[in-house]
């Protein structure tokens, strides 16, 4: 159905004649008459009939103007649903418990009036489709990994550095200390199932196997829950985990988060964006990231070389 017709239609009705509906619309009484004709032979009704006043409605005319006024609204919201500025933010953070989740939770408190969408795509390569297509907006993930080097349009800024941590269970032989270095993991049984080959978090465990000697075994399902059982089973067996993930456990599990120390493990997260995407909400996200930095420690850190450099400018 022609919605100019439509539209045409419905000022005529409330204008009562077709010359001030021509008026209204900018066109020619001639045209709004031809676009009135063509709606009525498409319907296959009369919509007006003339009176010394102007125009009246018929009774078919009358039945159709609630319909017709839904349909022009219809428009006006499937307009408004892609126009810049009035659409979601789409935002994918990974994981629903990992801290890029927390950084936009922290982000909507500050915005409440940018509306969200959040998703959780799988790897870096779905994601950058993604962003390039239009589907979402921005990305959180650690770049560049040895041989992907962002694709041209695309750019990405480091906005958080998280600390690794060690999770043992009450019987493993570091479970009573403060913090460990990473080096004094050499020889300790760690398991992180999680770890698929080809995505940026297992190019970054394998990054930190190698620089303090570490032996990494990602064998068997990542099952929810599995690794914190049989971590708190075990006087050997431990993982590591990032500061901000959120794992939840039994109490009698009486699981240690430890902290490594002494060149501590960061993962970088980036946010990644579509030089092209005219979103306003991007801005701001970007801007709330680097206000919300945290301050150096001056601590000793330890990330991949082939993370993103140039950190936290927004």
């Known amino acids: 159905m022609d919605l100019k017709a439509v539209r045409t239609f419905v000022t005529v009705a409330d204008s009562g004649q077709f010359q001030e509906a021509a008026a209204v619309l900018a066109i020619t009484q001639q045209a709004v008459s031809k676009r009135i004709a063509a709606l009525e032979k498409e319907l296959g009704v009369r919509l007006f009939v003339r009176t010394a006043r102007g125009a009246a409605l018929t009774v078919d005319g009358d039945t159709f103007l609630p319909y017709a006024r839904e349909l022009l609204l219809a428009e006006e919201r499937a307009m408004a649903s892609v126009r810049p500025g009035r659409q979601a933010l789409r935002v994918d953070v990974v994981g629903a418990r990992l801290a890029p989740a927390a950084l936009l939770r922290d982000f909507h408190q500050a915005h409440p009036e940018i509306a969200l969408d959040v998703v959780t795509l799988f790897d870096v390569d779905s994601a950058l489709t993604a962003l390039r297509s239009g589907s979402v907006d921005a990305s959180f993930r650690a770049v560049a990994m040895p041989g992907r080097p962002l694709p041209r349009g695309v750019e990405a800024v480091r906005v958080y550095d998280e600390p690794v941590q060690l999770l043992t269970g009450p019987g493993h032989a570091l479970a009573g200390r403060g913090s460990v270095s990473p080096g004094e993991l050499a020889g300790h049984r760690i398991w992180m199932p999680g770890l698929v080959d080809g995505t940026e978090w297992a190019a970054y465990y394998a990054s930190l196997a190698a620089e303090f000697g570490l032996t990494i075994d990602s064998s068997g399902p990542n099952f929810t829950g599995a690794v914190q059982d049989a971590v708190a089973a075990s006087d050997t067996l431990a993982t590591l985990v990032s500061e901000r993930t959120r794992l939840v456990w039994p109490d009698a599990h009486d699981l240690r988060r430890i902290p490594l120390a002494d060149r501590t493990p960061v993962y970088p997260h980036s ?44």
Do not use: I, M
Not at 275 to 289: I, K, M
């Open 271 to 314: 946010l990644l964006w579509s030089t092209a995407n005219p979103h306003p909400g991007l801005a701001a996200l970007r801007a709330h990231l680097a206000d919300a930095r945290p301050a150096p420690t001056g601590a000793r850190t330890w990330t991949p070389h082939w993370a993103l450099r140039g950190a936290f400018r927004p």
